[in-house]
C-alpha cells in the first residue's frame, strides 16, 4: 500500500504555518503579546514553528519514498 500520512500531515502544517506567519507579519501591532513586559508577535512565532513541522513531515515523507522499509 503507497499510502503516507506524512504527506497531507505535512501538507497542512505547512499551509496553517504559512498563514499564521503572514499573519503575524501584516498584521504586527493585533499581533503582539506583552506577556512579561516584553512584546512577542506570538503568530509569526508560532506560524514558524508549524511551518518547520510541516516541512519536517515533507521532508520525512519525500525521504520514505526514495527508501522503502524492507519487507
Given at each position: 500500500m503507497?499510502?503516507?500520512?506524512?504527506?497531507?500531515i505535512g501538507l497542512m502544517f505547512s499551509l496553517?504555518?504559512?498563514?499564521?506567519?503572514?499573519y503575524g507579519v501584516l498584521n504586527r501591532?493585533?499581533?503582539l503579546s506583552t506577556a512579561g513586559?516584553?512584546?512577542i508577535n506570538i503568530n509569526l512565532i508560532w506560524g514558524?514553528?508549524?511551518l518547520v513541522f510541516g516541512a519536517l513531515m515533507l521532508?520525512?515523507?519525500i525521504n520514505g519514498?526514495?527508501?522503502p522499509p524492507a519487507k
Open positions: 503507497g499510502l503516507d500520512i506524512r504527506w497531507p496553517i504555518g504559512l498563514l499564521l506567519a503572514g501591532a493585533a499581533s513586559g516584553s512584546e514558524a514553528v508549524l521532508l520525512g515523507a519514498k526514495k527508501n
